[in-house]
């Protein structure tokens, strides 16, 4: 079981970035997928979540109006689209998954990890 996290870098102020949870082995259905972030300094922030049952959404306040979550037909990639990117958007992005959505998106307890990627917003 793996999960790994992609697609971060070096972007302006006001662009978008398109992060990647990609699994191996496994598929992604059935299970909650988060994304969370990190600054340096700071906690883990919770992003957003989609359940890849029925592909419910949703969004932390940080995100809402900017950041899209989606997952693939196939159920083994999420996605999150970030756009209007700001500074206090610079962080490490990692993907957890769990069955229980509550105890993911809620608590931040993931039953996997995906390792990290770094998203750098240049003001």
């Known amino acids: 079981v793996q999960l790994q996290a992609f697609g971060g870098g070096l972007v302006q102020a006001g662009g978008s970035l398109r992060l990647s949870c990609a699994s191996s082995?496994?598929?992604?259905?059935?299970?909650?997928i988060g994304w969370f972030r990190q600054a340096p300094g700071k906690e883990r922030e919770w992003v957003s979540c989609?359940?890849?049952?029925?592909?419910?959404?949703y969004y932390a306040n940080s995100g809402k109006g900017r950041f899209t979550v989606s997952i693939n037909d196939a159920k083994n990639t999420v996605y999150l689209q970030m756009n209007s990117l700001k500074s206090g958007d610079t962080a490490v992005y990692s993907c957890?998954?769990?069955?229980?959505?509550?105890?993911?998106?809620?608590?931040?307890?993931?039953?996997?990890w995906g390792q990290g990627t770094q998203v750098t917003v240049s003001s």
């Open positions: 957890g998954i769990n069955t229980d959505g509550a105890d993911l998106c809620d608590r931040g307890f993931g039953r996997y």
């Open positions: 082995g496994f598929s992604l259905d059935y299970y909650v």
């Open positions: 989609i359940d890849s049952r029925d592909g419910s959404t």
